[in-house]
């Protein structure tokens, strides 16, 4: 298997890693894509990025209160 960030994963396809990754793990190489957009254009006075492991996706939501979110006009 392969071995990223210290966990075992067989040969194949893994559909998604703890860290919300897919890969393709063979005997020579790994190679992986991310499962989530990191937020690039968003008012950042007024709002902050948090990670949502659960969704493997940025959360972009208001410092005086997290429980809104903010408009995300791009992400790479």
Do not use: Q, W
């Amino acid at each position: 298997g392969c071995m990223m960030n210290g966990k075992l994963y067989p040969f194949g396809h893994i559909e998604r890693t703890e860290d919300c990754y897919t890969c393709s793990c063979s005997e020579r190489e790994v190679g992986c894509c991310a499962l989530f957009h990191t937020p690039v254009s968003f008012d950042n006075k007024r709002c902050k990025v948090v990670f949502n492991k659960k969704r493997c996706d940025y959360d972009v939501v208001r410092k005086d209160d997290p429980s809104k979110e903010c408009v995300v006009y791009s992400r790479v």
